[in-house]
């Protein structure tokens, strides 16, 4: 069995241990984090309670490139379990009113749990009391025994925040089978499959991303370059395309009011005219054949129409 290394927490009378297993801890990471080699990922377990807000940026305060807390799969979950004894940490995502869709981790119609880059997360482990809590709380703590609680956000909780292993310059280039795009320093890939809605298609950005250790989703456009050649790639896997899937949602009646899933500013946008157009406060992004946008509902199947979506990751 692995030995442990533990940590002793105060916060006024009260007195934890966390604990991690002894081979998490590598000269990979900074002094005092805890690294978890199977992710490539550090972490730092905060010495006092804070509200949401106050751990975001008590993470951000130990470095540029730390956040909170951010699970993406069951194997991870019960990793953290060997971090915590017994107060909950705070998780990095955020209930927010959103696209009814189930795929997207939603708490109840019309509520989805997102990443501050309004990613949807895909993976959770909520006890069952929690649901009754559901929508009162934005927030989301996890404690020891992996078990995820909706928590109010002005509540007090540790901070786990996270951060990349510092490991060798990983070389520039695209894993098989994406195309890289020397102008915006990203990595595409083309999506062709049966049923597809934007939400599915996400999920399936993230899971050909995962395979290579990248975190790719649905891609931002941002210049009128990006947009043709994200045209090109769509139209090189099916000929006859007449939908390509992007990664933006938004006010069908607002074009002003939409946003990216990488986090990335809207910057740039090809409206077909009279588009946006239709009732829904919340729309998704579809590309048609001649390059131009138009809005669609995000749990509508677009194969019927020829449809590819086009993903994307940043190096």
């Known amino acids: 069995m692995l030995g442990t290394v533990c940590i002793i927490v105060s916060f006024l009378l009260v007195h934890q241990t966390i604990c991690a297993p002894r081979a998490l801890v590598a000269d990979r990471c900074p002094k005092g984090w805890i690294h978890y080699a199977k992710a490539k990922t550090c972490y730092y377990l905060s010495r006092r309670r804070y509200t949401h807000d106050e751990a975001q940026a008590y993470c951000k305060g130990l470095s540029k490139r730390a956040s909170l ?10 990793q953290l379990q060997e971090m915590t004894n017994e107060w909950p940490v705070w998780m990095d995502a955020k209930a927010r009113f959103d696209i009814v869709d189930s795929a997207a981790g939603l708490f ?5 749990l997102r990443w501050p880059n309004n990613r949807p997360v895909r993976y959770s482990n909520f006890g069952g009391a929690s649901r009754d809590r559901r929508l009162r709380s934005g927030c989301v703590t996890v404690n020891s025994k992996g078990e995820w609680s909706n928590t109010p956000c002005a509540a007090k909780a540790y901070a786990v925040c996270e951060r990349r292993a510092i490991g060798k310059p990983e070389k520039v280039g695209c894993g098989k089978n994406w195309a890289y795009n020397r102008a915006t320093r990203a990595c595409y890939r083309a999506v062709t499959r049966d049923n597809m809605t934007m939400l599915t298609a996400d999920i399936r950005c993230y899971e050909m991303g995962a395979e290579i250790d990248k975190d790719a989703m649905l891609a931002s456009v941002l210049s009128e370059e990006e947009n043709t050649f994200v ?13 390509i899937l992007l990664g933006a949602f938004g006010n069908a009646n607002d074009r002003q009011n939409w946003a990216w899933l990488d986090g990335s500013d809207f910057v740039y946008s090809n409206w077909e005219r009279g588009m946006p157009h239709g009732g829904r406060s919340l729309a998704v992004l579809v590309m048609n054949r001649r390059g131009k946008w138009i809005n669609h509902y995000a749990d509508k ?14 190096l």
């Open 231 to 243: 045209r090109s790639l769509a139209q090189a896997a099916l000929t006859d395309v007449e939908f």
């Open 69 to 78: 807390l951010r699970i993406e799969d069951a194997r991870e979950n019960r």
């Open 301 to 314: 199947i677009l194969s019927f129409y020829r449809a590819v979506a086009v993903c994307k990751y940043k």
């Open 108 to 112: 109840s119609p019309g509520y989805v």
